[in-house]
């Protein structure tokens, strides 16, 4: 058979500035070579085919991608910035993420990461609000924002679910969010919740005099979801909430702009990641996913816990957390040089499996810029809602003032309560 897949292989190859460069972990097939497998990629992913042609022309070879360096199993590939339409984030997945993963020639193929040029990274949004515009809205200066999701994850109706909410604020944290699979049932609709919650949000910030929120989830259709953060608009809320996995990247950009012009910042929650980043041998990173997001423009993701009921190590989940917020990161074994130039840092988000008593860990590892989503962790003090975000906020103060959960238990009762049911365990 007459291949040319050696083509968009040439490891004298420097690519040029304004390149996308991706770094994959390829591992080829029985009776494929390293480069024959990296042509491959490079072949599929750009301007490709699995035979050559009767007629190629010249012009053509200028947008071919090329594996320009093999190392072991990694492969780093130049992708010409010609190839890829500005600010469109699902071409670019079509090509970086798409047919490759199933190619016979490829036993396991990972995508890493990606570095994104300056001038592709400025066709997209980046996120409105970022870290900085969510600590003014909530009127949170230090500390970690908090935030609980009523549970169960699904069943309240939409008084029930508004009166943990007003429990949750009235414990002190800052946000309730619904869970990714609430959107709207015919128990609970997502009108009705959000009217509830918003008379009593107004009716906590003028018993607390503090900033109360909430991350309202519009997942669904497009246009859908257009409607609802319209509905959140005038209903006076900061935040939409979507599952931007399961949603896709064309309609989380398409809601980065509404939401844009309605003033909304977008909390993003992944669902579905662990689909394709669990195995790390094959699929594609929560660092490449993390990363596309802040591009897009969302202001907050969830990145995981490490001590939490989630998987993800510390190492992926700091790693993650650290080039959200970065404003410049160095190359290393599983991370590509990327300059963000000015795009703001996003909120790393951690929940699944949180109690107090794990609190003072997580901010060890995520530092005070963070938002902590304790749930199971305060619904199910001893004492209730109320009392069990009380507890965790206790937990936060500690870690803040540098004091131990047990000393500081000594003269807080709510603290003292939750670390007697659930210790320092991690759940699983
Ligand atoms: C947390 C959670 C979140 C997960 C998502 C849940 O609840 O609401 O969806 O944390 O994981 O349903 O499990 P609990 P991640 O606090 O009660 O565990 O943030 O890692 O993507
Ligand atoms: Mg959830």
């Not at 042509?39 to 012009?59: C, F, H, I, M, N």
């Not at 993963?101 to 995508?111: C, P, Q």
């Not at 290393?332 to 040089?337: A, I, Y």
Request: aromatic share 8%.
């Amino acid at each position: 058979m007459s291949e040319w897949y050696l083509d968009f292989v040439d490891l004298n190859h420097k690519p040029s500035k304004d390149d996308l460069i991706c770094l994959f972990r390829i591992e080829p097939a029985t009776g494929f070579s390293m480069k024959e497998a990296a042509g491959r990629v490079a072949s599929e992913s750009s301007a490709g085919t699995w035979t050559d042609l009767y007629k190629l022309p010249e012009r053509i070879k200028k947008i071919m991608a090329v594996a320009f360096e093999i190392k072991g199993n990694y492969v780093k590939i130049a992708y010409p910035i010609d190839l890829w339409e500005k600010g469109n984030a699902p071409q670019l997945l079509s090509g970086i993420a798409g047919n490759i993963f199933g190619m016979k020639a490829i036993e396991n193929l990972r995508l890493v990461d990606v570095s994104l040029p300056k001038v592709y990274l400025k066709s997209f949004k980046g996120p409105k609000y970022g870290i900085k515009g969510i600590r003014k809205i909530l009127k949170v200066n230090k500390r970690p924002v908090t935030g609980a999701v009523p549970k169960p994850k699904i069943g309240y109706s939409a008084e029930e679910h508004a009166k943990i909410a007003f429990e949750t604020w009235m414990g002190g944290f800052d946000l309730v969010k619904d869970d990714e699979n609430l959107t709207s049932t015919s128990f609970n609709t997502f009108e009705k919740r959000i009217k509830l919650m918003a008379k009593l949000r107004d009716k906590t910030e003028k018993l607390t005099g503090e900033r109360k929120s909430a991350l309202l989830n519009i997942t669904g259709e497009t246009k859908e979801m257009i409607r609802k953060s319209e509905l959140l608009h005038d209903l006076g809320w900061e935040f939409a909430m979507i599952d931007v996995v399961t949603a896709g990247t064309a309609a989380v950009q398409t809601l980065r702009n509404v939401c844009g012009d309605l003033g909304l910042a977008i909390h993003a929650h992944r669902a579905m990641h662990a689909a394709f980043d669990r195995n790390h041998n094959h699929g594609i990173t929560m660092y490449f996913l993390g990363k596309i997001m802040r591009m897009i423009g969302m202001d907050q993701i969830h990145v995981g816990t490490v001590v939490g009921k989630l998987v993800g190590s510390r190492q992926e989940v700091s790693n993650v957390a650290n080039m959200i917020k970065a404003s410049e990161v160095k190359q290393s074994k599983e991370m590509l040089e990327q300059g963000w130039h000015n795009t703001k840092p996003m909120f790393p988000v951690s929940s699944g499996g949180i109690h107090p008593g794990l609190i003072p860990k997580i901010m060890e590892i995520l530092g005070n810029d963070c938002v902590l989503l304790v749930s199971g962790g305060i619904h199910g003090h001893p004492k209730g809602t109320r009392q069990g975000a009380k507890a965790a906020m206790q937990a936060i103060e500690a870690a803040m003032n540098r004091i131990s959960l047990s000393e500081y238990s000594k003269s807080h009762k709510e603290l003292k309560l939750a670390l007697e049911k659930w210790g320092y365990s991690t759940p699983k």
